[in-house]
Nanobody, 124 residues
């Protein structure tokens, strides 16, 4: 099983980045996918999650209206488009896969599979 997040980098406040998550070794199409992040010295937190079919997407309040999550099962890839980035978005971003049902108001912190993260730095 392998999950890999990519697309991180350094941007100025107000900038944009698009993260990608690819997976292999398990039935990708059957799993919900979540994006999580962990800033230095902080707990890991949810960012966004979506069901196996891309429905019921959840967004943490801190990213609503700025981040958009999508998935392309044909390509086996999930995206996180991040616009209007703020310094407080600085963190290592991880993608994870799980079997729980996602809704617009619910995204579990427990996921079955976790990938290596990608660093996002927002600084002027």
């Amino acid at each position: 099983v392998q999950l890999q997040a990519s697309g991180g980098g350094s941007v100025q406040p107000g900038g944009s980045l698009r993260l990608s998550c690819t997976a292999s070794g398990f039935p990708w199409d059957d799993y919900a996918i979540g994006w999580f992040r962990q800033a230095p010295g902080s707990e890991r937190e949810r960012v966004s999650c979506t069901n196996y079919d891309g429905t019921g997407t959840y967004y943490e309040d801190s990213v609503k209206g700025r981040f958009t999550m999508s998935r392309d099962n044909n390509k086996g890839t999930v995206y996180l488009q991040m616009n209007g980035l703020k310094p407080e978005d600085t963190a290592v971003y991880y993608c994870a896969a799980g079997l729980a049902a996602i809704s617009t108001t619910y995204c579990p912190t427990h996921m079955e599979y976790w990938g290596k993260g990608t660093l996002v730095t927002v600084s002027s």
